[in-house]
């Protein structure tokens, strides 16, 4: 009994591996070879990122996990992409505190300037 198991095994293991490397012939592969996934790049170059272009990017798996030159990619780009939007945003603030402060300013000093002219 125990020989006619090992005969079967031996019999199946030679199977499954004549299946999986084509069985010799070289042209009619059961498993074809498929190129590494590559990155498509989702995130716009001519518009800012939102939020529905970061959660359409994909990363495509590779054999023990991500490509890293993939993921640090994005994030380098995400991360001009902050630092651009934080850089704006000061922008901004500052323009507003200024007309904040003219504003509140504003009519006194264009009075003494005029007087100022006149005498």
Same mark, same amino acid.
């Given at each position: 009994?125990?020989?006619?198991? =090992? +005969?079967?095994?031996?019999?199946?293991?030679?199977?499954?591996?004549?299946?999986? +490397? !084509?069985? !010799?012939?070289?042209?009619?592969?059961?498993?074809?070879?498929?190129?590494?996934?590559? @990155?498509?790049?989702? @995130?716009?170059?001519?518009?800012?990122?939102?939020?529905?272009? +970061?959660?359409?990017?994909?990363?495509?798996?590779?054999?023990? !996990?991500?490509?890293? &030159?993939?993921? #640090?990619? +994005?994030? &380098?780009? @995400? !991360? %001009?992409?902050?630092?651009?939007?934080?850089?704006?945003?000061?922008? @901004?603030?500052?323009?507003? &505190?200024? &007309?904040?402060?003219? %504003?509140?300013?504003?009519? #006194? =000093?264009?009075?003494?300037?005029?007087?100022?002219? #006149?005498?």
């Amino acid at each position: 009994m125990f020989l006619f198991l =090992l +005969i079967a095994m031996v019999v199946v293991v030679a199977a499954v591996t004549l299946a999986v +490397i !084509g069985g !010799g012939d070289s042209d009619s592969t059961v498993l074809p070879d498929v190129p590494p996934e590559q @990155l498509v790049d989702p @995130l716009p170059i001519t518009r800012p990122v939102t939020r529905a272009d +970061i959660e359409a990017v994909r990363i495509p798996v590779a054999p023990r !996990g991500y490509r890293m &030159a993939d993921v #640090d990619d +994005i994030l &380098a780009r @995400l !991360g %001009a992409e902050v630092a651009e939007r934080d850089a704006r945003i000061a922008e @901004l603030e500052s323009a507003l &505190a200024g &007309a904040q402060a003219a %504003a509140v300013a504003g009519p #006194d =000093l264009f009075e003494k300037r005029g007087e100022e002219q #006149d005498g």
